[in-house]
Nanobody, 112 residues
Framework: QVHLVESGGGLVQAGGSLRLSCAAS????????MGWYRQAPGKQRELVGT???????TYADSVKGRFTISRDGAKNTVYLQMNSLKPEDTAVYYC??????WGQGTQVTVSS
């Protein structure tokens, strides 16, 4: 069973930055792809971005140019660097591995 633990969420002002971490119980290279999702109150969970085993990344249009996904194989951790945050980025952010494995989520709140 895969365990994913997110951290790094918090309260930040609009225009600020946060870096989320997703620590995996195994090698991040063992997954075909890992992704970050988010869910705002009253809304469906949506894809933020993904990183493949080969290192290719994709992003939702709403975060492109502001968010960056990276990984550290030595730490079995995937990161989500979020810059130029907007109030509409407020959500619970979840880490995902190969679609079926989820973390518990971390809250990000962006104040205007």
């Amino acid at each position: 069973q895969v365990h994913l633990v997110e951290s790094g969420g918090g309260l930040v002002q609009a225009g600020g930055s946060l870096r989320l971490s997703c620590a995996a119980s195994g090698s991040v290279f063992s997954f075909l792809h890992m992704g970050w999702y988010r869910q705002a109150p009253g809304k469906q969970r949506e894809l933020v971005g993904t990183i493949t085993r080969g290192g290719s990344t994709t992003y939702a249009d709403s975060v492109k140019g502001r968010f960056t996904i990276s990984r550290d194989g030595a730490k079995n951790t995937v990161y989500l660097q979020m810059n130029s945050l907007k109030p509409e980025d407020t959500a619970v952010y979840y880490c995902n591995a190969d679609s079926s494995n989820w973390g518990q989520g971390t809250q990000v709140t962006v104040s205007s």
